[in-house]
């Protein structure tokens, strides 16, 4: 949402340097998004890989089990 209205705000005429203050980007950022945007003609957010999980699958669904075989209302974790 923060892209879209920079953009908007960019194409009202506010000068770059300002939209980027404004909405606390840096002004490279901003022109990366004006180039992209003038090449696709749209706004499209890619999906980022992010942070490798640290779980394993298997893990990661053991743990979802010790979680909702819980008696407790609250856990903590020294619980889980």
């Keep these: 949402m923060l892209r879209v209205k920079a ?3 960019y194409y009202k005429g506010m000068p770059a340097e300002t939209v980027a203050a404004c909405y606390d980007v840096s002004l490279k950022t901003l022109k990366e998004w004006i180039k992209k945007f003038e090449a696709q ?11 490798p999980a640290k779980l394993s699958i298997s893990q990661a669904e053991e743990l979802k089990q010790m979680i909702s075989h819980q008696n407790q209302r609250v856990w ?3 619980h889980v």
């Design 7 to 9: 953009l908007i705000a």
């Design 41 to 51: 003609n749209q706004l499209s957010d890619q999906l980022c890989s992010g942070r």
């Design 76 to 78: 903590t974790a020294r």
